[in-house]
């Protein structure tokens, strides 16, 4: 199973709204990732948990949660959130991030999230 | 800083050659990776190049001179189905990887 599955495919909310992303994979895979993408742009690196543990958080605001109940599944917890966090939410993994070594990232199909 | 560049569009025909550039500028090069985007998909991988030199896989190739902090996709026999975005992307050791602003590829009839 080479795949990174994402739920929901489009989540609209409120601004008052509580909602979670999931992302899950079974490759083996050591690092995940949250990432976000506006339209016409690269992703942008949100969290990135390594052996379940948060390695990287890029300044990310705190209505952003994210959460990794074991290996193979990842969280992004989402509250009051406000109209310019609306775009797609991009889960990722890898075997891990040794320098020197391809870190080859396998995405998901993301989340358009549209915040009303 | 740390900043990888690459051209904004390009437009060539179904059966062409096309080359798409990077240029990177990072603290710490472990190596050039290329990622393809279809609209509305998500990023999936075609390359990663360490070492100078030419890697090919397919129609698909990938070049890097880190003397020149330069590399290059190229794609070859180019079909409809390879319109969509292409992004340069560096990991920086750990778990981070930088991703150039993409290009977006337009392959007409």
């Known amino acids: 199973d080479t795949e990174v599955t994402q739920t929901p495919k489009h989540l609209v909310m409120g601004m008052t709204n509580k909602k979670s992303l999931k992302c899950e994979q079974h490759?083996?895979?050591?690092?995940m990732y949250w990432y976000k993408q506006k339209a016409k742009k690269p992703p942008e690196l949100m969290f990135v948990?390594?052996?379940?543990?948060?390695?990287i958080n890029e300044s990310v605001p705190s209505r952003f949660s994210p959460e990794c109940p074991n290996s193979s599944l990842l969280n992004l917890h989402l509250h009051a959130l406000q109209p310019e966090d609306s775009a797609l939410y991009l889960c990722?993994?890898?075997?891990?991030?040794?320098?020197?070594?391809?870190?080859?990232?396998?995405f998901g199909p993301g989340t358009r999230l549209t915040v009303l | 800083g740390q900043s990888l560049e690459q051209p904004s569009e390009v437009t060539a025909v179904e059966g062409a050659i096309v080359q798409i550039n990077c240029t990177y500028q990072t603290s710490g090069f472990y190596g050039l990776s290329w990622y393809q985007q279809h609209d509305g998909g998500a990023p999936t991988f075609l390359s990663y190049n360490a070492l100078d030199g030419l890697e090919e896989t397919g129609r698909f190739s990938s070049f890097l001179s880190r003397s020149d902090s330069y590399g290059y996709l190229l794609l070859q026999e180019l079909q409809m189905k390879d319109s969509a975005s292409y992004f340069c992307?560096?990991?920086?050791?750990?778990?981070?990887?930088?991703f150039g602003a993409g290009t977006r590829l337009f392959v007409k009839a």
């Open positions: 992307a560096a990991p920086t050791g750990g778990f981070k990887t930088i």
């Open positions: 990722a993994s890898s075997q891990g991030g040794l320098a020197g070594v391809n870190n080859e990232q396998f």
């Open positions: 948990y390594s052996y379940e543990k948060l390695s």
């Open positions: 490759m083996g895979h050591r690092a």
